[in-house]
């Protein structure tokens, strides 16, 4: 199975909101209420900001919010602050023969 | 929350093995078994498999044909990664990870990472 498609770069100004798209397929994101976001700042280890589609881990601001349409899911991020600007990876589940888990080729978040 | 450990970088010539360690910091792994992760230098994430700590059961990506291997020692609380057969492509940060209770196919818990290149 083929990495689920993310656009490469986002944008957005302090305070305001910024989608990212993750596409996949229904065996996979379609398929399964197993997203994740991950957020990865340069030299670090990635983070997870969402998991199960839209629930947040303790400690991830509600300025993060996940959701689900069909075999797109999206990760929104509101009141945008300086900090967010960094890169952003989905993943998903994906049953079949082979279970796996796919990630998305990420987006660079940048806070004009 | 345990933290998990990973083995130092290394470097290592196309068509040699490579094994890196994942230790639990404090003797317990987590219930969801270890997952490795790689990513390419500057590029995304690929999932590479996973294995219980409690069985041994193991779950490989079916890209890497075969060349890797996931073991676990309970009396140490490490898990060990093995590629074999490693070409220039292989060269990336190789992480261990896990979930915690309740995060299934979700990973908030992040070895540090180690870094390997694969030049000849």
């Known amino acids: 199975q083929s990495a689920l498609t993310q656009p490469p770069s986002a944008s957005g100004s302090p305070g305001q909101s910024v989608t990212i798209s993750c596409t996949g397929t229904?065996?996979?994101?379609?398929?399964?209420?197993?997203v994740s976001w991950y957020q990865q700042h340069p030299g670090k280890a990635p983070k997870v900001m969402i998991y199960?589609?839209?629930k947040r881990p303790s400690g991830v601001p509600d300025r993060f919010s996940g959701s689900k349409s069909g075999n797109t899911a999206s990760l929104t991020v509101s009141g945008l602050q300086a900090e967010d600007e960094a890169a952003y990876y989905c993943?998903?589940?994906?049953?079949?023969?082979?279970?796996?888990?796919?990630f998305g080729g990420g987006t660079k978040l940048t806070v004009l | 929350q345990v933290q998990l450990v990973q083995s130092g970088g290394e470097v290592k010539k196309p068509g040699a093995s490579l094994k890196v360690s994942c230790k639990a910091s404090?003797?317990?792994?987590?219930?969801?078994?270890i997952t490795w992760v790689r990513q390419d230098p500057g590029q995304g994430l690929e999932w590479m498999g996973w294995?219980?700590?409690?069985?041994?059961?193991?779950n490989y990506a079916q890209k890497l044909n075969g060349r890797v291997t996931m073991t676990t020692d309970t009396s140490t609380s490490t898990t060990y990664m093995e590629l074999r057969s490693l070409r220039s492509d292989d060269t990336a940060v190789y992480y261990c990870?896990?979930?915690?209770?309740?995060?299934?196919?979700?990973?908030?818990?992040w070895g540090q990472g180690t870094m390997v290149t694969v030049s000849s």
């Open positions: 404090d003797y317990t792994f987590p219930s969801n078994g």
């Open positions: 294995i219980s700590t409690h069985s041994g059961n193991t």
């Open positions: 993943s998903s589940y994906a049953g079949g023969t082979y279970p796996q888990i796919l």
């Open positions: 990870v896990s979930g915690s209770s309740g995060l299934d196919h979700a990973f908030d818990i």
């Open positions: 199960a589609v839209s």
């Open positions: 229904s065996s996979d994101v379609g398929g399964y209420n197993f």
